[in-house]
């Protein structure tokens, strides 16, 4: 089963998309960014809330867009983060030549951190299998620019694929993000992720929209759905 990961900024979000069945609440700024942060208060006190009401489900945090290769402040952010009680602490990483000491920093810190490989560019597969070596909990792919199309106009399936496939055999939990709406489920069910990623598909209107519980609810019925899986076979074809 695919786990939907739904991207909220508030503590009214929040409530709205665990009600309507999320697998997972990733707190961020839309606003601010592809992986906006939230200030360390809101998150500590989301989280807090959630931990009342929605007990044993799994809470992540963005630490913001951060300039790549400045390893000082993604430790600052996720430390600040990471001190507010998430399960996850979700950081960026932009394919270049930092692009493996950001890994490597990134892992060395105390907190269960998801490495975000962007990928507007196409995803560097050699990071993916660096990432899962190192191994961290998760790996995710996103992209940074949510104006341009989704993460499948960015990097080709069998890439993806790949991708997951590299995750599997590392025992890693895998997940694809970007831009991503309902019309892109039977692609994301092909390639079979631990988890995906919405929040522009979540939205009344632009992803810096307001959320709605009914849009959560048909994302995660799609993504859970019992019609069959389709082939990725088929989907590479169509």
Known sequence: MIRLLTSVRDLAEAREAAAAGADFIDLKEPRAGALGALPPARVASIVCALRESHPGLPVSATIGDLRPGDHAAVAHHANRIGRCGVDYVKAGVAPGPAA????????????????????????????????????????????????????????????????????????VMVGLAGALRLEHVARVRALLPDFAGFRSALCDGARTGRLEAARVRDVREALHGETPVVQFESVLAA
Do not use: N
Request: with cysteine; proline share 3%; glycine share 6%.
């Open 100 to 171: 493996r000491e950001t890994l490597e920093r990134m892992r060395a810190l105390r907190w269960s951190m998801v490495p975000v490989l962007l990928c507007d560019d196409g995803l560097d597969l050699r990071l993916v299998e660096y990432a899962c070596e190192l191994g961290f909990v998760g790996v995710m792919a996103d992209t940074a620019r949510k104006d341009a199309g989704s993460l499948f106009r960015c990097v080709p399936l069998a890439v993806l694929d790949s991708m997951v496939q590299i995750a599997r055999a590392h025992d």
